[in-house]
């Protein structure tokens, strides 16, 4: 069982930058991926970016790769999403997830059905 607990939205300006944070606490944080989506208002769960076990290798959803930057430190159970150069269409609830299995690969972990936990959300809004 992993608690996953997001942090770090919040109302920013266009071309402004966020720090989102996701605590995890419970098992072994290395035995899990960590994954970031976003849900914007009426929309599905989109793939945000995602990490391996420890750090070495990040994939990202082609439209975000430049601004978003996806980093865990596993001594202390957390992963951070730094994002730059907001834009209005970053507008949504940004969740972090937790995902056991050990095949790694983007068709498999930009899927939101690999992940075994989430986080409740944090908001962000980008105003224009």
């Known amino acids: 069982q992993v608690q996953l607990v997001e942090s770090g939205g919040g109302l920013v300006q266009a071309g402004g930058s966020l720090r989102l944070s996701c605590a995890a606490s419970?098992?072994?944080?290395?035995?899990?991926?960590m994954g970031w989506f976003r849900r914007a208002p009426g929309k599905e769960r989109d793939f945000v970016a995602a990490?391996?076990?420890?750090?070495?290798?990040?994939y990202y959803a082609d439209s975000l790769e430049g601004r978003f930057t996806l980093t865990r430190d596993n001594a202390e159970n957390t992963v951070h999403l730094q994002v730059v150069g907001l834009k209005p269409e970053d507008t949504a609830v940004y969740y972090c997830?937790?995902?056991?299995?050990?095949?790694?690969?983007?068709?498999?972990?930009?899927?939101?059905?690999?992940?075994?936990?989430w986080g409740p959300g944090t908001q962000v809004t980008v105003s224009s």
């Open positions: 997830a937790a995902r056991s299995a050990r095949t790694w690969n983007l068709f498999r972990v930009r899927r939101p059905d690999e992940y075994n936990y």
């Open positions: 990490i391996s076990r420890f750090g070495g290798t990040r």
């Open positions: 419970g098992r072994a944080f290395n035995e899990y991926s």
